[in-house]
Protein backbone atom coordinates (compact mmCIF):
# COMPACT_ATOMS: atom_id res chain seq x y z
CA UNK A 1 0.00 0.00 0.00
CA UNK A 2 1.54 3.34 -1.08
CA UNK A 3 0.57 5.96 1.73
CA UNK A 4 0.43 9.66 0.51
CA UNK A 5 0.31 11.33 4.20
CA UNK A 6 3.31 13.10 5.50
CA UNK A 7 2.18 16.87 6.75
CA UNK A 8 4.88 18.97 6.93
CA UNK A 9 4.57 19.14 10.64
CA UNK A 10 6.10 15.92 10.60
CA UNK A 11 9.00 16.99 8.68
CA UNK A 12 9.33 19.85 11.08
CA UNK A 13 9.57 17.57 13.78
CA UNK A 14 11.72 15.27 12.64
CA UNK A 15 14.40 17.82 12.63
CA UNK A 16 13.42 18.93 16.00
CA UNK A 17 14.23 15.70 17.23
CA UNK A 18 17.37 15.93 15.70
CA UNK A 19 18.12 18.87 17.37
CA UNK A 20 17.05 18.04 20.60
CA UNK A 21 18.95 14.81 20.99
CA UNK A 22 21.75 15.87 22.15
CA UNK A 23 20.51 16.89 25.26
CA UNK A 24 18.62 13.74 25.90
CA UNK A 25 19.97 11.18 28.37
CA UNK A 26 17.43 8.46 27.01
CA UNK A 27 15.20 7.56 24.16
CA UNK A 28 11.53 6.29 24.77
CA UNK A 29 9.91 4.92 21.59
CA UNK A 30 6.14 4.40 22.23
CA UNK A 31 5.01 1.03 19.52
CA UNK A 32 1.79 -0.39 18.79
CA UNK A 33 2.44 -3.88 20.30
CA UNK A 34 -0.03 -4.90 17.53
CA UNK A 35 2.34 -3.84 15.28
CA UNK A 36 5.81 -3.53 16.75
CA UNK A 37 7.62 -3.62 13.30
CA UNK A 38 5.07 -1.05 11.44
CA UNK A 39 5.01 1.44 13.80
CA UNK A 40 9.24 1.24 14.57
CA UNK A 41 10.05 4.31 12.73
CA UNK A 42 13.49 4.11 10.92
CA UNK A 43 14.36 7.60 11.03
CA UNK A 44 13.87 7.43 15.09
CA UNK A 45 16.57 4.69 15.19
CA UNK A 46 19.06 6.38 12.66
CA UNK A 47 18.87 9.57 15.11
CA UNK A 48 19.07 7.78 18.21
CA UNK A 49 22.73 6.13 17.62
CA UNK A 50 24.33 4.20 20.70
CA UNK A 51 21.59 6.44 22.93
CA UNK A 52 19.78 3.98 25.44
CA UNK A 53 16.06 3.27 24.78
CA UNK A 54 13.06 2.07 25.99
CA UNK A 55 10.34 0.46 23.95
CA UNK A 56 7.33 0.81 25.21
CA UNK A 57 4.73 -1.86 23.73
CA UNK A 58 1.51 0.42 23.76
CA UNK A 59 -2.23 -1.25 23.64
CA UNK A 60 -1.20 -4.29 24.83
CA UNK A 61 -4.73 -4.91 26.05
CA UNK A 62 -5.61 -5.30 22.00
CA UNK A 63 -2.84 -7.10 21.14
CA UNK A 64 -2.34 -10.73 21.05
CA UNK A 65 0.02 -11.41 24.65
CA UNK A 66 1.80 -14.35 23.10
CA UNK A 67 3.08 -12.74 20.36
CA UNK A 68 3.63 -9.09 22.35
CA UNK A 69 6.41 -11.62 24.71
CA UNK A 70 7.58 -12.28 21.59
CA UNK A 71 8.52 -8.43 20.25
CA UNK A 72 9.55 -8.01 23.66
CA UNK A 73 12.28 -11.09 23.46
CA UNK A 74 13.20 -9.49 19.90
CA UNK A 75 14.07 -6.48 20.31
CA UNK A 76 15.55 -7.16 23.53
CA UNK A 77 18.48 -8.37 22.00
CA UNK A 78 19.89 -5.26 20.70
CA UNK A 79 21.99 -3.45 22.52
CA UNK A 80 21.18 -0.78 25.50
CA UNK A 81 17.24 -1.86 24.68
CA UNK A 82 14.46 -2.14 27.64
CA UNK A 83 11.13 -3.15 26.46
CA UNK A 84 7.90 -2.47 28.66
CA UNK A 85 4.22 -3.62 28.01
CA UNK A 86 2.19 -1.30 28.77
CA UNK A 87 -1.85 -0.47 28.82
CA UNK A 88 -4.12 2.26 29.63
CA UNK A 89 -6.20 -0.01 31.21
CA UNK A 90 -3.90 -0.18 34.07
CA UNK A 91 -2.42 3.18 34.82
CA UNK A 92 -0.77 2.07 37.90
CA UNK A 93 1.74 -0.07 36.10
CA UNK A 94 3.08 2.66 33.97
CA UNK A 95 4.00 4.17 36.90
CA UNK A 96 6.83 1.87 36.70
CA UNK A 97 8.19 3.16 33.64
CA UNK A 98 10.12 5.79 35.88
CA UNK A 99 12.00 2.94 37.91
CA UNK A 100 13.04 1.74 34.64
CA UNK A 101 14.44 5.31 33.47
CA UNK A 102 16.36 5.27 36.54
CA UNK A 103 17.78 1.98 36.17
CA UNK A 104 18.96 2.20 32.64
CA UNK A 105 20.67 5.84 33.94
CA UNK A 106 22.46 4.47 37.17
CA UNK A 107 24.90 6.88 36.90
CA UNK A 108 22.40 10.04 36.55
CA UNK A 109 20.20 8.04 39.20
CA UNK A 110 23.05 8.01 41.91
CA UNK A 111 23.96 11.64 41.63
CA UNK A 112 21.86 15.10 41.66
CA UNK A 113 21.37 15.86 38.13
CA UNK A 114 18.51 15.55 36.27
CA UNK A 115 17.37 13.26 33.40
CA UNK A 116 16.45 14.40 30.31
CA UNK A 117 14.39 11.66 28.55
CA UNK A 118 12.59 12.15 25.05
CA UNK A 119 9.41 10.24 23.82
CA UNK A 120 8.65 9.92 20.03
CA UNK A 121 6.66 7.51 18.03
CA UNK A 122 3.89 7.35 15.17
CA UNK A 123 0.46 9.08 15.29
CA UNK A 124 -1.95 7.71 17.18
CA UNK A 125 -0.03 4.55 19.37
CA UNK A 126 -1.14 6.35 22.80
CA UNK A 127 1.98 8.54 23.93
CA UNK A 128 0.16 11.11 25.21
CA UNK A 129 -1.94 8.97 26.76
CA UNK A 130 0.60 7.55 28.58
CA UNK A 131 2.42 10.80 29.02
CA UNK A 132 -0.77 12.06 31.32
CA UNK A 133 -0.57 9.11 33.28
CA UNK A 134 3.02 9.23 33.89
CA UNK A 135 2.19 13.34 35.18
CA UNK A 136 -0.68 12.76 37.05
CA UNK A 137 -2.41 15.54 35.31
CA UNK A 138 -4.03 16.14 31.22
CA UNK A 139 -0.81 17.84 29.78
CA UNK A 140 -0.88 16.27 26.26
CA UNK A 141 -4.16 16.49 23.85
CA UNK A 142 -5.41 13.03 23.32
CA UNK A 143 -7.60 11.93 20.51
CA UNK A 144 -8.34 8.42 18.95
CA UNK A 145 -6.86 9.57 15.38
CA UNK A 146 -3.64 10.29 13.55
CA UNK A 147 -1.97 13.14 14.28
CA UNK A 148 -3.62 15.06 17.23
CA UNK A 149 0.16 16.04 18.80
CA UNK A 150 1.92 18.75 16.61
CA UNK A 151 4.14 20.31 18.36
CA UNK A 152 7.20 19.79 20.99
CA UNK A 153 7.04 20.37 24.60
CA UNK A 154 8.93 19.81 27.50
CA UNK A 155 7.67 18.17 31.05
CA UNK A 156 8.94 17.74 34.37
CA UNK A 157 7.03 14.07 35.33
CA UNK A 158 8.92 14.94 38.83
CA UNK A 159 11.31 12.70 40.95
CA UNK A 160 14.34 14.51 38.74
CA UNK A 161 13.27 13.12 35.60
CA UNK A 162 12.07 15.98 32.20
CA UNK A 163 10.38 14.47 29.44
CA UNK A 164 10.66 16.37 25.72
CA UNK A 165 7.21 15.29 24.48
CA UNK A 166 7.60 15.40 20.17
CA UNK A 167 4.48 15.12 17.63
CA UNK A 168 4.00 11.71 16.64
CA UNK A 169 5.55 11.27 13.20
CA UNK A 170 5.89 8.67 9.96
CA UNK A 171 8.34 8.83 7.48
CA UNK A 172 7.97 9.73 3.74
CA UNK A 173 8.84 6.22 2.19
CA UNK A 174 7.38 2.70 3.60
CA UNK A 175 9.66 0.31 2.35
CA UNK A 176 7.85 -2.33 3.42
CA UNK A 177 4.10 -2.66 1.31
CA UNK A 178 2.68 -4.31 3.94
CA UNK A 179 3.44 -2.11 6.47
CA UNK A 180 1.31 0.71 4.81
CA UNK A 181 -1.89 -1.75 4.97
CA UNK A 182 -0.98 -2.66 8.89
CA UNK A 183 -0.92 1.30 9.91
CA UNK A 184 -3.91 2.19 8.08
CA UNK A 185 -5.83 -0.33 9.98
CA UNK A 186 -4.54 0.40 13.69
CA UNK A 187 -5.55 3.97 12.77
CA UNK A 188 -1.98 5.43 12.68
CA UNK A 189 -2.62 7.46 8.99
CA UNK A 190 -5.45 9.04 8.76
CA UNK A 191 -8.73 7.98 7.36
CA UNK A 192 -9.06 9.67 4.89
CA UNK A 193 -5.36 8.83 3.05
CA UNK A 194 -6.51 5.55 3.29
CA UNK A 195 -8.85 3.15 0.92
CA UNK A 196 -11.45 1.01 3.42
CA UNK A 197 -11.68 -1.40 0.47
CA UNK A 198 -8.28 -2.16 0.26
CA UNK A 199 -7.12 -1.77 4.16
CA UNK A 200 -10.38 -4.36 4.89
CA UNK A 201 -9.22 -7.28 1.93
CA UNK A 202 -5.74 -7.24 3.43
CA UNK A 203 -7.12 -7.11 7.11
CA UNK A 204 -9.81 -9.77 6.07
CA UNK A 205 -7.04 -12.00 4.48
CA UNK A 206 -4.75 -12.12 7.66
CA UNK A 207 -7.34 -12.08 10.17
CA UNK A 208 -8.80 -15.33 8.06
CA UNK A 209 -5.41 -17.36 8.68
CA UNK A 210 -4.47 -15.90 11.72
CA UNK A 211 -7.32 -15.96 14.03
CA UNK A 212 -10.04 -17.72 11.89
CA UNK A 213 -12.10 -18.51 15.53
CA UNK A 214 -12.24 -14.75 16.65
CA UNK A 215 -13.89 -14.46 13.36
CA UNK A 216 -16.08 -16.93 13.40
CA UNK A 217 -17.20 -15.90 16.77
CA UNK A 218 -17.67 -12.52 15.76
CA UNK A 219 -19.56 -12.44 13.14
CA UNK A 220 -21.59 -15.82 13.79
CA UNK A 221 -20.65 -18.15 10.65
CA UNK A 222 -20.86 -21.51 10.77
CA UNK A 223 -17.38 -21.86 8.81
CA UNK A 224 -14.71 -19.44 7.86
CA UNK A 225 -14.57 -19.33 3.92
CA UNK A 226 -11.30 -19.73 2.56
CA UNK A 227 -10.96 -16.30 0.65
CA UNK A 228 -11.27 -12.23 1.97
CA UNK A 229 -14.27 -11.91 -0.58
CA UNK A 230 -16.20 -14.76 0.95
CA UNK A 231 -15.39 -13.95 4.22
CA UNK A 232 -16.59 -10.21 3.46
CA UNK A 233 -20.20 -11.23 2.11
CA UNK A 234 -20.92 -13.83 4.47
CA UNK A 235 -20.35 -10.97 7.18
CA UNK A 236 -21.64 -8.26 5.21
CA UNK A 237 -25.36 -10.75 5.27
CA UNK A 238 -24.63 -10.56 9.10
CA UNK A 239 -24.51 -7.01 9.55
CA UNK A 240 -26.77 -5.56 7.34
CA UNK A 241 -24.16 -4.06 4.94
CA UNK A 242 -26.21 -4.61 1.41
CA UNK A 243 -27.28 -2.12 -1.06
CA UNK A 244 -30.23 -2.50 -3.37
CA UNK A 245 -30.74 -5.38 -4.89
CA UNK A 246 -28.96 -7.39 -2.31
CA UNK A 247 -25.37 -6.59 -3.20
CA UNK A 248 -22.63 -6.08 -0.90
CA UNK A 249 -21.60 -2.47 0.17
CA UNK A 250 -17.67 -3.40 0.42
CA UNK A 251 -16.76 -0.21 1.94
CA UNK A 252 -19.21 -0.50 4.65
CA UNK A 253 -18.55 -3.97 5.81
CA UNK A 254 -14.72 -3.04 5.28
CA UNK A 255 -15.00 -0.27 7.53
CA UNK A 256 -17.07 -2.38 10.50
CA UNK A 257 -14.31 -5.19 10.20
CA UNK A 258 -11.94 -2.12 11.02
CA UNK A 259 -13.49 -0.91 13.74
CA UNK A 260 -13.88 -3.64 15.34
CA UNK A 261 -10.48 -4.93 15.32
CA UNK A 262 -9.34 -1.22 16.57
CA UNK A 263 -11.64 -1.49 19.13
CA UNK A 264 -10.79 -4.89 20.27
CA UNK A 265 -14.35 -5.99 19.88
CA UNK A 266 -12.84 -9.25 17.41
CA UNK A 267 -10.96 -10.34 20.51
CA UNK A 268 -6.79 -9.34 21.49
CA UNK A 269 -5.10 -9.37 17.75
CA UNK A 270 -1.51 -8.98 16.39
CA UNK A 271 -1.17 -8.08 13.00
CA UNK A 272 2.49 -9.73 12.84
CA UNK A 273 5.24 -11.55 14.18
CA UNK A 274 8.79 -10.91 14.12
CA UNK A 275 9.21 -14.52 11.94
CA UNK A 276 6.58 -12.82 9.33
CA UNK A 277 9.20 -9.90 9.28
CA UNK A 278 12.05 -11.50 8.81
CA UNK A 279 10.41 -12.96 5.73
CA UNK A 280 9.01 -10.06 4.34
CA UNK A 281 12.67 -8.38 4.63
CA UNK A 282 14.20 -11.12 2.82
CA UNK A 283 11.76 -10.65 0.05
CA UNK A 284 12.40 -6.74 0.36
CA UNK A 285 16.29 -7.43 0.04
CA UNK A 286 15.71 -9.65 -3.21
CA UNK A 287 13.18 -6.74 -4.83
CA UNK A 288 16.01 -4.07 -3.87
CA UNK A 289 18.80 -6.20 -5.30
CA UNK A 290 16.59 -6.81 -8.65
CA UNK A 291 16.01 -3.22 -8.91
CA UNK A 292 19.33 -2.59 -8.30
CA UNK A 293 20.94 -4.86 -11.27
CA UNK A 294 18.10 -3.84 -13.56
CA UNK A 295 18.84 0.03 -13.24
CA UNK A 296 22.30 -1.56 -14.11
CA UNK A 297 21.26 -3.32 -17.30
CA UNK A 298 19.51 -0.20 -18.65
CA UNK A 299 22.53 2.12 -17.74
CA UNK A 300 24.72 -0.43 -19.59
CA UNK A 301 22.33 -0.32 -22.64
CA UNK A 302 22.18 3.38 -22.94
CA UNK A 303 25.91 3.42 -23.22
CA UNK A 304 26.63 -0.02 -25.88
CA UNK A 305 22.80 1.47 -27.36
CA UNK A 306 20.15 -0.82 -28.16
CA UNK A 307 20.95 -1.96 -31.24
CA UNK A 308 20.51 -5.50 -32.56
CA UNK A 309 23.57 -7.79 -33.22
CA UNK A 310 22.80 -7.55 -36.94
CA UNK A 311 22.86 -3.81 -36.88
CA UNK A 312 26.20 -3.58 -34.58
CA UNK A 313 27.65 -5.52 -36.74
CA UNK A 314 26.36 -3.18 -40.00
CA UNK A 315 27.51 -0.33 -37.73
CA UNK A 316 30.46 -1.64 -36.97
CA UNK A 317 30.68 -2.05 -41.01
CA UNK A 318 30.56 1.43 -41.42
CA UNK A 319 32.67 2.54 -39.11
CA UNK A 320 35.55 0.03 -40.37
CA UNK A 321 34.84 1.65 -44.05
CA UNK A 322 35.35 5.24 -42.87
CA UNK A 323 38.76 4.18 -41.32
CA UNK A 324 39.58 2.70 -44.24
CA UNK A 325 38.73 5.42 -46.59
CA UNK A 326 40.33 8.04 -44.33
CA UNK A 327 43.41 6.05 -44.12
CA UNK A 328 43.15 6.19 -47.95
CA UNK A 329 42.86 9.83 -48.16
CA UNK A 330 45.36 10.10 -45.83
CA UNK A 331 48.09 8.43 -48.08
CA UNK A 332 47.22 10.03 -51.17
CA UNK A 333 47.56 13.12 -49.79
CA UNK A 334 50.98 12.07 -48.61
CA UNK A 335 51.70 11.10 -52.21
CA UNK A 336 50.81 14.38 -54.08
CA UNK A 337 52.78 16.52 -51.19
CA UNK A 338 55.49 13.87 -52.00
CA UNK A 339 55.23 14.85 -55.78
CA UNK A 340 55.28 18.00 -55.26
Request: net charge positive.
Amino acid sequence: MAVHWYPGHMHKAQNEIKQALPQVDLLIEVLDARIPYSSENPAIAKLRGNKPCIKIMSKTDLADPLLTAQWQTHFEQERGVKTFASSTQDPASIKQLLTLIRQMLPEKDASVKAIHTMIVGIPNVGKSTLINILADKVIAKTGNEAAVTKSQQRISLGNGITLFDTPGILWPKLENPNSGYRLAACGSIKDTAMEYDDVGFFTADYLIKAYPELLKARFDLPAIPATEIEFLELAAARRGALMAGGRVNLHKICEVLINEFRSGKLGRVSLETPDMVAAEEVLMAAVEAKKLADKAQRKEKFKTGSLTPDKQDRKAKREQDRREISAKMKADNAKRKGRA
